[in-house]
């Protein structure tokens, strides 16, 4: 069946000016976009605005909250369900795709795709690796361990030292179903006994990563908020820095030359804090690190965004219930980007930063039918999510309306 969605004005992904057209869809895909077009059922979308399905390039769909006393005494497999409800929310809020940048494993990833529960679809970097002493390393001043996720045996650890370690890791990563390979270059603000402003792991074990990665096809992100970290990343061959929180004038020259990707996550700061007033336990040097980064954050992702240094959207709102992921397209627009730069890091680049821009990101005959319908203008990037009437992956409904209420509103 053909189904038609009619008098829209079309956003295609592209940073092309919305302009009015219908879209036909068939078997999952879209077959045709232009004026005057049918079908055998028809979506009347008169002054709403057509999207391509949205992408968030950072998300952790099994962490439901930094509340670490919380975390601790909660049951083993509530996370499970906790996941699930997570992974709907994502779909509500128009997106169809996420990269999940550490939690989910290839067992989450099966549920989605075999319709075991309902969500975008997943790439997954499984794990984030560190250093000993770093990032993502549980290990506290009291001899105590208290990872982020409890060990699974579709995990493997975070912690590897050299590179022999780091080469058998990424392989072990690959094994387990990674999409992406996740490290941490430098020290971060959620890990109380790291700098963000130091950099982790040394070149060599950066570029051992990167090349076992590519080997399996992969790419690398890499969570880096300082300059030698983030030089390092680059250099190695990182594909997007996420954070970026302080760049300065070299480094976004060097992003800009190597066609790196800004991953920004303005979100994430804002939900700690916020988190944190309404009682979340985590410690207070985590909590002053979150105070200190917010304004270099913002004014390092201004001059990015000057520069050109292409952007894909991302959110990492760990202190933020799942679904809020839309709050960071008015971040970067506040940041410098035009609405249309801000839609454009939520579908075509973004879908271009995962490898998916043959078949996502935007509206075109030949690629998927993953379509997310908004009342208005787009462009107001203001309230995005309460305005959604449809989301469609595949060419199914996924959320909104239902396909009875779809023929109805022909």
């Known amino acids: 069946m053909r189904t038609l969605y009619a008098g829209a004005d079309v956003f295609d992904g592209t940073g092309a000016p919305p302009a009015t057209a219908d879209v036909v869809v ?10 005057g077009l049918d079908g055998d059922a028809a979506v009347d979308l008169t002054g709403a605005t057509l999207l391509p399905g949205l ?3 950072h998300v952790h769909v099994t962490v ?13 497999s509530l996370r499970y369900f906790q996941t699930a409800r997570n992974l709907g929310a994502l779909l ?48 506290l001043p009291s001899g105590a361990c208290t990872p982020a996720l409890p060990a699974t045996p579709g995990v493997p650890p975070p912690v590897v030292d050299g590179v022999d370690e780091m080469r058998r890791r990424v392989r072990e990563l690959v094994r387990a179903g990674a999409d992406w390979i996740k ?33 399996a096809g992969l790419g690398v992100m890499a969570h880096a908020q300082a300059g030698p970290g983030i030089r390092n990343a680059i250099t190695a061959g990182a594909r997007s820095i996420e954070h970026g929180v302080y760049l300065d004038d070299d480094l976004i020259a060097l992003m800009r030359e190597r066609g790196t990707v800004l991953v920004p996550t303005l979100l994430a700061p804002r939900s700690v804090l916020d988190a944190a007033a ?31 240094v292409p952007v894909a959207m991302g959110t990492d709102a760990i202190g933020y219930p799942h679904g809020r992921n839309l709050e960071e397209l008015e971040l970067m627009r506040a940041g410098g980007m035009s609405p249309l730069q801000a839609l454009h890091a939520a579908t075509g680049a973004a879908a271009a930063l995962l490898g998916l821009a043959d078949d996502l990101g935007t509206i075109a005959p030949g690629r998927r039918a993953d379509l997310v319908a908004v009342r ?19 060419g199914r409904s996924a959320a909104g309306l239902s396909t009875s209420e779809e023929r109805r509103s022909a």
């Open 278 to 308: 309404s009682g979340a336990a985590f410690s207070e040097r985590s909590r002053a690190k979150v105070a200190e980064i917010m304004e270099a954050h913002d004014d390092s992702f201004r001059r990015a965004v000057a520069a050109g």
């Open 376 to 394: 208005g203008a787009a462009t107001d990037l203001t309230g995005l999510r309460e305005r959604i009437l449809l989301v469609v992956k595949d």
């Open 64 to 76: 439901d909250g930094i509340d670490t006393l919380k975390r601790l005494a909660a049951p083993y």
């Open 55 to 57: 992408i968030d390039c």
């Open 26 to 35: 068939e078997n999952g895909r879209i077959l045709d976009v232009g004026p």
């Open 183 to 215: 490290v941490a270059a430098s020290g971060g603000v959620m890990s109380p006994g790291t700098d963000p402003r130091r950099a982790q792991f040394t070149p060599d074990e950066l570029r051992t990563a990167v090349a076992e990665a590519a080997a």
């Open 92 to 139: 509500d809020a128009g997106l169809t795709t996420v990269r999940d940048a550490g939690g989910a494993d290839l067992g989450v990833k099966a549920a989605v795709d075999g319709g075991v529960v309902r969500g975008p679809r997943l790439r997954i970097a499984i794990t984030m690796l560190s250093q000993t002493g770093g990032h993502a390393d549980p290990w």
